[in-house]
């Protein structure tokens, strides 16, 4: 079992940046490959993000490249989103996600998710 604990959401003002980060409580971080997910009121939930294990891809939603940018720290299983230039349509609860590089773009296990609020 993974456990995700997403922290670094609030309200920012549109064209303002945050930094979330995902922490996994699991030994075997670097095994899994991480991706962010959003959720806005209404809506179903999306891809933002993902990275894999070792770090050396990257992907993005068409919405988000250029402004987002995910990394990871497998020292100490954390993952980031820091999100630059920020829109009111970027309003949603943010999930971190693990997917084992057994079963790729599975995502099994996931964190309970931060609110970003996006004033215009």
């Known amino acids: 079992q993974v456990q995700l604990v997403e922290s670094g959401g609030g309200l920012v003002q549109a064209g303002g940046s945050l930094r979330l980060s995902c922490a996994a409580s699991t030994r075997t971080f670097s095994t899994y490959d991480m991706g962010w997910f959003r959720q806005a009121p209404g809506k179903e939930r999306e891809f933002v993000a993902a990275?894999?294990?070792?770090?050396?891809?990257?992907s993005y939603a068409d919405s988000v490249k250029g402004r987002f940018t995910i990394s990871r720290d497998n020292n100490k299983n954390t993952v980031y989103l820091q999100m630059n230039s920020l829109k009111p349509e970027d309003t949603a609860v943010y999930y971190c996600?693990?997917?084992?590089?057994?079963?790729?773009?599975?995502?099994?296990?996931w964190g309970q998710g931060t609110q970003v609020t996006v004033s215009s």
């Open positions: 990275i894999r294990w070792s770090g050396s891809s990257t």
């Open positions: 996600a693990a997917s084992s590089v057994i079963t790729p773009g599975k995502y099994d296990f």
